[in-house]
């Protein structure tokens, strides 16, 4: 049965990522403004949302899944974007739905309620803002522009993403609590990083592309710090290039303020990694003593019979 509750909410879940990136993308489109906050906000909630689906999932034993759920391609028209919301709300309030009546656990049906009674609200915002862009007569501003600073930016905005994943999962996973904040915190971090740049992108009439990468996971927490810490050594050192080469002074102080980022992450994390280790080798010291004195009987019995088939052959 646990298993039949871990798919169903993992559902939601990609449901919830896939509605995040649809909302932000639309959000980073139209620029600077009341309504791309407005998106934004909402997209926040359902990044709350997703967090809460991971908690559940992992408390239940599962593991959550990071796989992104149907998103709907925008159209040329900021108001069909907006319809194209009302509908990613419908599918959700329909799910949901769905799933309140298959679970019976009361505490998962108090959590979807509480999340569904969100997604109705957000129905009832989009439907809103189709006629407010309607009436600011709103425009994408994104543009085709494909030259190295967008490589650069698109690039890090890839990895951007591609953390954010990464350390909301190794966060889920870790036991010790300092840890689990500390990597959500530097997710919220990279998620500043990745707003940055695909803003940055759109005002040099680029297009922010808002893909990720491979994800690292391992069962064991060490070994998920041990990437963490290269990963963000690695991106420090290519934002750092990326900059000195940028003609940009803007744009240069920008990767120059999240390479300052990168470099405290990396930092951080060594010191997470030092705690792990310390901690796990604490538990396997409690537990040492145990086996030590039974081997130790082991072998003073040994010796033991051995002393006394010698004393009786002597006899
Ligand atoms: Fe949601
Ligand atoms: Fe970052
Ligand atoms: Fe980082």
């Known amino acids: 049965m646990p298993k039949d509750i871990i798919g169903l909410l993992n559902k939601d879940l990609e449901g919830e990522h896939g509605a995040i990136i649809q909302y932000l993308n639309h959000a980073y489109a139209m620029g600077e403004g009341e309504v791309a906050c407005e998106i934004e906000a909402i997209a926040r909630e359902e ?7 991971a908690e559940i ?22 108001p069909g974007w907006m319809k194209d919301n009302v509908l990613a709300e419908e599918d959700a ?26 997604e109705v609200a957000h129905r009832g915002k989009f439907a809103h803002l189709v006629d407010k862009v309607k ?30 994943i990464q350390y909301l999962l190794h ?16 997710a919220i971090n990279e998620m500043q990083h990745m707003g ?5 992108m759109v005002s040099g009439k680029g297009s922010p592309r808002l893909e990720h990468s491979q994800v690292f996971k391992s069962s064991n927490m060490a070994n998920n710090l041990k990437a963490d810490i290269e990963i963000e050594k690695e991106v420090a050192t290519e934002y750092g290039r990326a900059a000195r080469e940028l003609k940009d002074t803007g744009l240069k102080e920008l990767l120059l303020r999240i390479k300052g980022h990168e470099d405290y992450h990396a930092a951080l994390f060594g010191d997470l990694l030092k705690e792990e280790t310390k901690a796990k ?9 145990k086996k030590e004195t039974k081997a130790k009987s082991k072998k003073e019995t040994k010796a033991k019979s051995k002393k ?3 004393a009786k052959k002597k006899k």
């Open 135 to 164: 009436r600011e007569d709103m425009k994408d501003l994104r543009g085709d522009k494909k030259d190295k600073v967008a490589d650069t930016l698109n690039w890090g905005i890839e990895h951007e993403y591609t953390v954010i």
């Open 196 to 200: 940055w740049l695909a803003e940055e």
């Open 281 to 289: 080798s604490k538990q396997e010291s409690k537990a040492k003593p």
């Open 93 to 118: 309030i329909a799910m949901y739905k769905q799933h309140i009546e298959a679970i019976s656990n009361p505490k998962i049906k108090r959590l979807l309620r509480r999340i569904l009674s969100d």
């Open 57 to 78: 999932i992992v408390e239940l034993g599962g593991t959550p899944s990071f796989r992104r759920g149907k998103m709907r391609k925008p159209g040329k028209l900021i």
């Open 47 to 53: 990044m709350r949302h997703l967090d809460w689906l």
């Open 171 to 186: 966060s889920y996973m870790a036991g010790n609590e300092d840890t689990k904040n500390e990597m959500q915190d530097q």
């Open 308 to 310: 006394e088939t010698k």
